[in-house]
């Protein structure tokens, strides 16, 4: 069973930068995928990055360029640089894992989800 923990979330003017940490613990086959994803009210959730085994990054069209997601196998952490922010990026943003198979962009293909940070951008 796969726990996951985000932490680094906040307010932040429009240009500025975050980093969001996912600590995972629990760590199994399940996790071949970690990924963010982010929702917003009145909105469906959206997939923002993923990695897949730890090397192989994929990004949403959105924030492709100033969103960077990478993870420290040996603290079992998954992070993601947010820079340049717009007032768009605000959200809910959700660290999620799973294994193989499915779209990455899917949010019911991910079977493990933390239970959030808020990012605000103003």
């Known amino acids: 069973h796969v726990q996951l923990v985000e932490s680094g979330g906040g307010s932040v003017q429009a240009g500025g930068s975050l980093r969001l940490s996912c600590a995972a613990s629990g760590y199994t086959d399940s996790s071949k995928y970690m990924g963010w994803f982010r929702q917003a009210p009145g909105k469906e959730r959206e997939g923002v990055a993923a990695?897949?085994?730890?090397?192989?990054?994929y990004y949403a069209d959105s924030v492709k360029g100033r969103f960077t997601i990478s993870q420290d196998n040996g603290k079992n952490t998954v992070y993601l640089q947010m820079n340049s922010l717009k007032p768009e990026d605000t959200a809910m943003y959700y660290c999620?894992?799973?294994?193989?198979?499915?779209?990455?962009?899917?949010?019911?293909?991910?079977?493990?989800w933390g239970q959030g940070t808020q990012v605000t951008v103003s």
């Open positions: 990695i897949r085994t730890g090397v192989v990054t």
């Open positions: 999620a894992a799973k294994g193989f198979g499915g779209t990455w962009r899917e949010a019911g293909n991910w079977n493990y």
